[in-house]
């Protein structure tokens, strides 16, 4: 089972403390959200996930972490001033603004009189380019129209990636192919922001830029798609809900010899089928497009002459004595929508012995915020809260564990079900006897009798499955 919608997701994060509407004592800011506490620890477990996958646990991947605000000529020579824009459409019946491309999933805001493929005829303009960038100005003597002042908040991460290429090079002496990996927030000012995380004006990218040979990109292209699709199901997405896309020629970006996103079901609620899918992330062959656009020396055709940069980023390869400009395989993942997905696809209900409904967020443990809850059986006997509370003390500084004591014991175990605490630890009136406590299984339901000298070992282990 998995959430039978996004709405379901939304009541459960304000209900429990996973993300907020941003601004919300002041009416909001559209399509603006704020993580609670354990909206952070998800998001950072995903980070970490991510970061030791990519970077620890494999050989030929760096670190690195790029300021948001670059130099405008980063933007000029990546051709985003330019070309990084949606096409914008009005509508003179509904007064909205749509994207021209997106307008078959948004609704008229005069609903209930919904335009986009119903009812109401649309009475929409001609489509022009809007630039998608967050403009600010630097210095305390900047005019807001100064030009020479005028800045950029970065929209992907990835260019701050392709401008150090050289000095990641040269510090960490790599020979092609290896990659270079970037968290870090990115800013689009979209048109139609929407579907609460999924879509969102600032929000927080997962990008690596491998750089190899060109005659070797479509293989390792097609290893990169393999590789995502196999480590999103270990982080326990359906494969039922994951699928492929391969962009066409016309979708493309103008760099791209070939783009595959991978998608996920994002809107299972809707009936046409083809319709259930987003992107989750998107993995681009970008040629060398980004080497040498941002390179000093002229093409050898003469075009993209770059005046400004100070620096060639081309590669010379030890082994061929060949100069050239290597190509780049890019996976593009975003951490909010990889964080809804991975919601949606833990949510299950379930029904109790008395008919009740209770919903399990059936998280990986290596993803869920909290590992451990310590609930003490009776909180008006000072003995078990103590022992409660040396126990999540001892627990710590292994894993995440929280004590609560803040209810029944059976609303404590509902609680933590629904935020996908794997374990829960029971201490009683025995636990003083016997040095013993329970450890209840978020999944099953199931208990067992742990000793507490044990506990630490025990969990451990079973928070690796
Ligand atoms: P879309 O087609 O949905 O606008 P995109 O193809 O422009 O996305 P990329 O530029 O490939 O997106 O960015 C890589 C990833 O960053 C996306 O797959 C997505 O996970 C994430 N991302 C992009 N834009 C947003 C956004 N506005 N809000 C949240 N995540 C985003």
């Given at each position: 089972?998995?959430a039978?919608?996004?709405?379901?997701?939304?009541?459960?994060?304000?209900?429990?403390g996973?993300?907020?509407?941003?601004?919300?004592i002041?009416?909001?800011?559209?399509?603006?959200?704020?993580?609670?506490?354990?909206?952070?620890?998800l998001a950072?477990?995903?980070?970490?996930?991510?970061w030791?996958?990519?970077?620890?646990?494999r050989?030929?991947?760096e670190?690195?972490?790029?300021?948001?605000i670059?130099?405008?000529?980063?933007?000029?020579?990546?051709g985003?001033?330019?070309?990084?824009?949606?096409?914008?459409?009005?509508?003179?019946?509904?007064k909205g603004?749509?994207?021209?491309?997106?307008?078959?999933?948004?609704?008229c805001?005069?609903?209930?009189?919904?335009?986009a493929?119903?009812?109401?005829?649309?009475?929409?303009?001609?489509?022009?380019?809007?630039?998608?960038?967050?403009?600010?100005?630097?210095?305390?003597?900047?005019?807001?129209?100064?030009?020479?002042?005028l800045?950029?908040?970065?929209?992907?991460?990835?260019q701050?990636?392709f401008?150090n290429?050289?000095?990641?090079?040269?510090?960490?002496?790599?020979?092609?192919?290896?990659?270079?990996?970037?968290i870090?927030?990115?800013?689009?000012n979209?048109?139609?922001?929407?579907?609460?995380?999924?879509?969102?004006r600032?929000?927080?990218?997962?990008?690596?830029?491998?750089?190899?040979?060109?005659?070797?990109?479509?293989?390792?292209?097609?290893?990169?798609?393999?590789?995502?699709?196999?480590w999103?199901?270990?982080?326990?997405?359906?494969?039922n809900?994951?699928?492929?896309?391969?962009?066409?020629k016309e979708?493309?970006?103008?760099?791209a010899?070939?783009?595959?996103?991978?998608?996920?079901?994002?809107?299972?609620e809707?009936?046409?089928?083809?319709k259930?899918?987003?992107?989750?992330?998107?993995?681009?062959?970008?040629?060398?497009?980004?080497?040498?656009t941002?390179?000093?020396?002229?093409?050898?055709?003469?075009?993209?002459?770059?005046?400004?940069?100070t620096?060639?980023?081309s590669?010379?390869?030890?082994?061929?004595?060949?100069?050239?400009?290597?190509?780049?395989?890019?996976?593009?993942?975003?951490?909010?929508?990889?964080?809804?997905a991975?919601?949606?696809?833990?949510?299950?209900?379930?029904?109790n012995?008395?008919?009740?409904?209770?919903?399990?967020?059936?998280?990986?443990?290596?993803?869920?915020?909290?590992?451990?809850?310590?609930?003490?059986?009776?909180?008006?006997?000072?003995?078990?809260?103590?022992?409660?509370?040396?126990?999540?003390?001892?627990?710590?500084?292994?894993?995440?564990?929280?004590?609560?004591?803040?209810?029944g014991?059976?609303?404590l175990?509902?609680?933590?079900?629904?935020?996908?605490?794997?374990?829960?630890?029971?201490?009683?009136?025995?636990?003083?006897?016997?040095n013993?406590?329970?450890?209840?299984?978020?999944?099953?339901?199931?208990?067992?009798?742990?000793?507490?000298?044990?506990?630490?070992?025990?969990?451990?282990?079973?928070?690796q499955?």
């Open positions: 089972m998995s039978p919608n996004i709405e379901t997701i939304v009541s459960l994060s304000k209900r429990r996973f993300v907020f509407p941003a601004s919300e002041y009416g909001g800011l559209g399509s603006s959200w704020d993580y609670g506490s354990l909206g952070v620890e950072n477990n995903i980070k970490n996930a991510w030791r996958w990519l970077v620890h646990e050989d030929d991947i670190g690195l972490d790029s300021s948001i670059q130099n405008r000529l980063v933007w000029k020579y990546s985003h001033e330019t070309t990084f824009s949606d096409p914008l459409v009005d509508c003179r019946a509904c603004r749509f994207r021209q491309d997106k307008l078959q999933d948004v609704k805001p005069n609903e209930p009189s919904v335009c493929g119903s009812g109401k005829e649309c009475d929409l303009t001609e489509a022009r380019e809007f630039n998608l960038m967050f403009r600010t100005t630097i210095g305390a003597v900047a005019a807001e129209d100064d030009e020479s002042a800045a950029y908040l970065r929209p992907e991460t990835a701050g990636i401008i290429f050289k000095n990641v090079l040269d510090t960490s002496r790599r020979k092609l192919p290896f990659g270079i990996a970037q870090g927030k990115s800013f689009r979209e048109v139609t922001p929407g579907n609460f995380i999924f879509r969102t600032e929000f927080e990218q997962m990008e690596m830029e491998y750089f190899c040979r060109p005659e070797d990109a479509p293989r390792l292209h097609q290893e990169m798609i393999d590789g995502f699709q196999e999103f199901q270990s982080l326990g997405i359906s494969g809900n994951l699928k492929l896309y391969e962009q066409t979708e493309l970006a103008h760099y010899e070939r783009t595959v996103d991978i998608l996920y079901r994002y809107f299972p809707r009936e046409d089928e083809d259930q899918w987003d992107e989750l992330m998107g993995i681009a062959n970008r040629t060398n497009f980004d080497l040498r941002h390179s000093k020396k002229p093409e050898i055709d003469g075009k993209r002459i770059n005046s400004d940069s620096e060639d980023l590669y010379f390869d030890e082994a061929t004595k060949e100069r050239f400009y290597p190509y780049v395989i890019e996976p593009a993942a975003g951490v909010n929508r990889l964080l809804l991975i919601l949606m696809d833990a949510y299950t209900e379930k029904t012995d008395k008919g009740e409904t209770r919903v399990i967020l059936k998280l990986k443990p290596e993803l869920a915020p909290i590992k451990v809850a310590v609930l003490p059986l009776a909180k008006n006997k000072p003995e078990i809260v103590s022992l409660a509370k040396q126990i999540k003390k001892d627990l710590q500084p292994a894993m995440r564990a929280v004590y609560d004591d803040t209810g014991i059976g609303k175990y509902a609680r933590q079900d629904e935020i996908g605490t794997p374990f829960c630890i029971t201490v009683d009136h025995e636990s003083l006897e016997d013993a406590v329970t450890v209840r299984d978020r999944d099953t339901w199931a208990q067992e009798r742990v000793k507490v000298s044990e506990l630490k070992e025990h969990l451990q282990k079973r928070l499955k």
